[in-house]
């Protein structure tokens, strides 16, 4: 029998300690951060009202929001131009760029599998 690859916490220990990926999960996967780096990603340095008509469903209070988070965090750089009227302009940084990998691996085990997911939530809700 294989040895299991990932130790067990012990019972009350610090949840970073528990699950060393716990951190990374609440930094890049919160429900508007993984749109935001994508639309960034993909579409390159954006002004604020891009990215709102990108992201049709975020309120401008969290978008404006995830995006101070996301330059906190080292993702995102903003970039402010002190013109008339001023323009302000995001854009992925190289550590937001470095989880590239990340999301192509995450899109690949998505296309693969979300039909899977979907027929055993079927299943199960036929069960229920």
Not at 17 to 29: E, N, Q, R, S, W
Not at 64 to 78: F, H, I, K, P, S
Not at 93 to 104: E, I, K, V
């Amino acid at each position: 029998m294989a040895a299991d690859p990932m130790p067990i916490a012990p019972v009350g220990a610090d949840p970073q300690l528990a699950c060393p990926i716990a951190p990374v999960v609440d930094i890049v996967f919160s429900r508007w951060t993984t749109p935001i780096l994508w639309a960034l990603h993909t579409y390159g340095r954006q002004r604020f009202v891009e990215l709102e008509r990108r992201i049709t469903r975020i309120t401008p209070k969290v978008l404006t929001q995830r995006l101070r988070q996301l330059e906190r965090d080292g993702l995102v750089v903003r970039t402010y131009h002190p013109e008339v009227p001023p323009r302000v302009e995001y854009e992925i940084s190289d550590l937001g760029r470095s989880l590239a990998p990340l999301f192509a691996h995450l899109a690949d085990w998505s296309a693969e599998n979300l039909p899977e997911v979907e027929r055993a939530r079927e299943a199960y809700d036929a069960g229920s």
